[in-house]
């Protein structure tokens, strides 16, 4: 992504969130940015997205019957497993399609 920089200083994000939304710092005032963006320069760089999932050619773990698959999504935060959510279980599939989504926050700009 060309022109894009990543900066821990509040505002030099400030100012590059001018510079994203519009061409030139003179388009767009200070009320209008404030407003997109709010109190937190860091809101601007988050978006919140929803995550699908299926599965293939699952391996089957049950005896009698196929795998009841399920999917639970985990994040690490400071070396602790945070649970984000988890999907229903499809009974007795190998190639699962679950209906059930989850939410999540999507960080820009951060590794």
Do not use: H
Not at 49 to 57: A, K, R
């Amino acid at each position: 992504m060309g022109g894009c920089v990543q900066s821990k200083n509040e505002s030099n994000i400030s100012n590059m969130g001018r510079m994203a939304v519009g061409s030139t710092t003179a388009n767009i005032s200070d009320a209008v940015l404030d407003a997109a963006i709010g109190s937190n320069p860091m809101a601007a760089l988050k978006q919140r997205i929803s995550l699908t999932f299926e599965g293939e050619n699952l391996p089957n773990l049950d005896v009698g019957s196929k795998t009841d698959a399920f999917i639970v999504l985990y994040s690490m935060v400071n070396g602790r497993k945070i649970k984000l959510g988890e999907t229903e279980v499809i009974p007795d599939s190998l190639n699962p399609k679950w209906i059930k989504s989850i939410d999540v926050d999507y960080y820009f700009e951060m590794q």
